[in-house]
């Protein structure tokens, strides 16, 4: 047994899976490693299980019969604020992109070694911990207000309606303000894994947080791309 990645007490983990011998291993490798675990295997009954549960963590596949992963994403994620995490048996990027469209926190390409789920997982549920132990817990740059500790941003002081890896992106980079944070940062402080040069999720979520936050997605102020390096969120004077 590996000691080295122990979870918190007991997360709770809701598997929205229509393979039942999947979903059954799946579950087994999480409970021995000592997770709670929920399972749904149809998917039209997946937003109601989302969102009376409030799991701390959420495993969707993206195929699923009654409701597919996209829907069932789309439609629960402005109520559950935890993370989502997408299987997919395709690896079209556009079925990445849209995922994370559509309010994903990390997708995970079937078939997947458990070890190296597990792993993914752990990283989310840590990330969603991190930004309440970073020094200051709340940030403003004039209009806009960010506060670790409730994990909400308000603009012109109307909340911000952000998913929980938008938000996480988010504070990285404002309370990094005025340095550019390279992709590879990014992904290691975020995903706990190395930037391939490929994945575009990052820049995805850069794309959905700009208009959020009052910033023009054609000639950004507050969130400014980089070329070849990454992100610069700019202090404000």
């Avoid at 990283?123 to 911990?129: D, F, K, M, N």
């Avoid at 988010?170 to 940062?185: C, D, F, I, K, P």
Wanted: negative net charge.
């Amino acid at each position: 047994m590996d000691n080295t990645l122990e979870p918190r007490d007991q997360d709770h983990v809701l598997i929205i899976e229509d393979d039942e011998r999947l979903a059954g291993l799946t579950r087994d490798y999480l409970e021995a490693n000592g997770f709670r675990v929920t399972l749904e295997a149809d998917g039209a009954r997946g937003v109601e299980r989302i969102l009376t549960l409030q799991p701390d963590l959420v495993i969707l596949d993206l195929m699923l019969p009654g409701e597919d992963g996209l829907s069932i994403c789309r439609r629960a994620r402005s109520d559950y604020l935890g993370p989502i995490l997408m299987l997919t048996a395709r690896t079209d990027d556009m079925d990445q992109v849209l995922g994370l469209e559509m309010g994903a926190d990390d997708y995970v390409p079937k078939p997947v070694q458990p070890r190296v789920l597990l792993a993914r997982m752990r990283a989310l549920l840590r990330r969603t911990e991190a930004t309440e132990t970073v020094g200051e817990s709340r940030l403003n740059f004039g209009n806009l207000d960010i506060d670790s500790a409730t994990r909400e941003a308000w603009l012109h002081g109307d909340r911000i309606d952000l998913t929980s890896a938008e938000f996480d992106l988010l504070w990285l980079l404002a309370s990094n303000a005025g340095r550019v944070l390279t992709r590879e940062e990014i992904f290691s402080q975020l995903r706990g894994i190395r930037y391939d040069g490929q994945d575009r999720s990052i820049d995805v979520r850069v794309s959905r947080i700009r208009p959020k936050i009052g910033d023009d997605p054609n000639q950004p102020h507050r969130i400014k791309t980089v070329r070849s390096k990454g992100y610069l969120f700019v202090k404000e004077s």
